[in-house]
């Protein structure tokens, strides 16, 4: 195969300058980097104050970090670079290269809140270290002593991460702080971080003129646990122990945008209105949700006619009967017995009923009626509701690239449900990473793609 002569070994002494600046280890540098200041649109973002360091004057270290090398004329997050070329599965690049042009700066606030309360200090760039366990889920790599190793290997990688201490020599973590640095950023930790890359991948999105989650999918995807994990529990559907993802995805970008961990015993329907109000919670409102037909219990149809804008397709068994609770009939007669009710309009069109009854607590006579429209859809129209309904087939290969792609199964050594979750937490947030750092190239395309590199 003809290599591409951006996958060549790269010179570190010519290695253009990343988009971010890299922070040098040591105390005195990173108190600094854990002081805030506001900018002008009223965002707290991280401000290197105070320390040295040999790469940075001292006008550019009295600035914002994520503004200190950004070129006026550009958002921080969309700077063209003539240096990134975007990887492909002909040309791929080195992961460490390609994480090398991520800018994780919006993420800083969070490691900063690990280590505020005894006033302790990161030995290494949060950045670089966040990055090396990205890079371990990109390889593939079972064992932070993988990782320590490889860098111990490959230095020059690890240099393109950012492990250097103040004098310029690299410095390589070894597996110990790799796991305590996973620890200690925890469950928690991570949700935030997962929450604030979906928060920039849609802003970067916005800013070419493309919507996140508007046709959206939710689903839920076992995952077998490690043997003798006493959290885990037998569901006999499944026919295996472990635990359960429930996530919501975006068909258009194949991207998750919102999950729930939980036990494997655990039911789909349940997490359906939570799900979709952490999407409003991240400022996006669906257009079009599909589920599969685990989802479609009466309170999650009430619940999305009336709090969801968007249509909602779900998966119905063909022998499904009507509800004689939901008539139009039944839901009139329930609604004029609320005549003393506050809200209550005797002249109000059958429209307005429903969702006067959902705000009484009447969400099983709710889901009733909107069950029976659901039903007479899938049965007098089912070819064009079933075509449409197929487009749900994407969240299938989405769960098959996680387990196959990223490893998302196989490598779950946890034993414990707060381990577990902080391993799948760990590769979904990789994946996200990669889709940001294409996206700050001004890149859509293939934003879920982990085959580019080597």
């Known amino acids: 195969m003809r290599e591409h002569p951006r996958s060549r070994k790269v010179d570190m002494d010519k290695m253009p300058t990343p988009r971010t600046p890299i922070v040098e280890s040591g105390i005195s540098v990173f108190r600094a980097a854990f002081e805030y200041a506001t900018d002008d649109s009223g965002v707290f973002r991280p401000v290197i104050t105070n320390g040295s360091s040999d790469d940075l004057d001292d006008e550019v270290v009295t600035q914002p970090m994520e503004m200190a090398l950004v070129q006026p004329n550009f958002s921080m997050s969309m700077v063209p670079s003539h240096e990134f070329v975007n990887p492909s599965d002909a040309f791929p690049m080195k992961a460490a290269q390609f994480l090398s042009y991520l800018d994780l700066s919006p993420v800083l606030p969070v490691f900063a809140k690990k280590y505020v309360d005894n006033d302790r200090h990161y030995r290494h760039d949060p950045q670089a270290m966040l990055k090396a ?8 790599m079972r064992w932070h002593t993988d990782l320590e190793r490889y860098f111990q290997g490959h230095p020059d990688e690890a240099k393109m991460l950012g492990f250097t201490n103040p004098n310029g020599r690299r410095t390589i973590p070894n597996h110990c702080t790799f796991s305590h640095f996973e620890r200690r950023l925890g469950v928690d930790g991570m949700r935030e971080v997962f929450d604030i890359l979906i928060m920039q ?7 070419m003129g493309l919507t996140l989650g508007t046709n959206v999918a939710i689903d839920s995807t076992p995952i077998e646990g490690k043997k003798n994990d006493p959290d885990t529990s037998f569901n006999p559907y499944y026919r295996r122990k472990g635990y359960k ?7 258009d970008f194949q991207l998750p945008i919102a999950l729930e961990f939980t036990k494997i015993t655990d039911g789909d329907a349940p997490h359906l209105p939570s799900l979709l109000d952490k999407l409003h919670v991240l400022e996006m409102d669906p257009k079009e949700v599909w589920a599969d037909g685990a989802y479609a219990s009466y309170d999650n149809l009430a619940f999305v006619a009336t709090n969801c804008k968007g249509k909602a397709h779900f998966n119905f068994k063909s022998d499904a009967k009507e509800n004689k609770m939901g008539s139009i009939a039944a839901i009139t007669r329930l609604y004029k017995t609320l005549w003393k009710h506050e809200g209550y309009d005797p002249n109000a ?16 006579e709710v889901g009733a009626y909107f069950w029976n429209i659901y039903v007479r859809d ?61 996206l700050q190239h001004g890149i859509a395309e293939g934003l879920s793609n982990v085959k580019c590199f080597n």
């Open 133 to 140: 366990l990205i890079m371990r889920r990109l390889f593939g």
């Open 201 to 207: 991948i849609r802003t970067d999105l916005k800013r």
């Open 349 to 364: 069109p059958f429209e307005k009923m429903p969702e006067f009854l959902m705000n009484k607590g009447y969400r099983e």
């Open 245 to 251: 993802i429930h996530g919501v995805y975006d068909l």
């Open 378 to 438: 899938w049965r007098d129209r089912r070819d064009s509701t079933k075509q449409k309904y197929n487009r749900r087939a994407a969240i299938e290969a989405f769960h098959g690239h996680m387990k196959q792609q990223m490893l998302l199964e196989k490598f779950m050594d946890a034993r414990g449900i707060e381990r577990a979750e902080r391993h799948v937490l760990m590769v979904y947030i990789s994946l996200l990473a990669v889709a940001l750092c294409k």
